[in-house]
């Protein structure tokens, strides 16, 4: 996963949005996990 932070960090705006679309549902089910656990 700490090759999507500097992803993240918005280096590259343009390449940064179509891999965050799949980027932030990973988060969230993660966030969900975590939760759950």
């Known amino acids: ?12 705006p343009s390449e940064g949005r179509p891999p965050h679309a799949m980027i932030e ?7 969900k996990a975590v939760l759950l656990a």
């Open 25 to 31: 549902p990973s988060l969230l089910m993660a966030a």
């Open 1 to 12: 996963m700490g090759a999507f932070l500097p992803t993240e960090s918005g280096s590259m």
